[in-house]
């Protein structure tokens, strides 16, 4: 049975020969997010062309700088999310087994801190610099899709696995971000 290691911020496990997802999952993920950039595309030249983002938001110097901060926002945040795993001696990649619980970190304020870098730092800065409103238009699809086929399978194998302390943890930590969250499992 797992056990609550206070002074370290983690939950420990036996480790096992269990995971989330299958192995090849990210890639699943890393295809469907290039098949919403080719639809928004496709949208946006061939099916119903909108106001593109400079249209919107003329000036390109600003649109420019909006893009740069949300790369450098969800780039540090992945960083930190990835060395938050490392320091725990656990995987970033989906598909491999979890032994603890990391509860520190970006962790304390997200419980999907490498979901929220892609969704601050990828999808409108590749919308702003694309000029292609589709992009932000279609977001929320791609929030959906990454709650049915990433997030909600790591849940119910971290409630698995871990069931108090994630329980606790759900209660403790927004989904997406915030503290003392009446988070759902």
Known sequence: M???AASTGRTSHQPGDDSAH???????AEFLGA???VLCVFLQRVVLPLPRISQLLPNRFL????AAILMILGVTLLRATHKEL???EQPHEPGRPTTDLVVTGPFAYSRHPTYLSIVVFLV?????????TWIMITLPLAIVAFQYLMIRPEEDYLLGKFPDQYKR???ETGRWYGRNNKGQP
């Open 124 to 132: 409108p800065s590749v919308a702003l610099f694309s000029d292609n």
């Open 35 to 37: 098949v919403h950039l």
């Open 86 to 88: 490392a320091t725990f």
């Open 63 to 66: 649109r420019h700088a909006i």
């Open 169 to 171: 943890y759900c209660r």
């Open 22 to 28: 299958p192995r090849a999952i990210h890639k699943t």
């Open 2 to 4: 797992g056990h609550e």
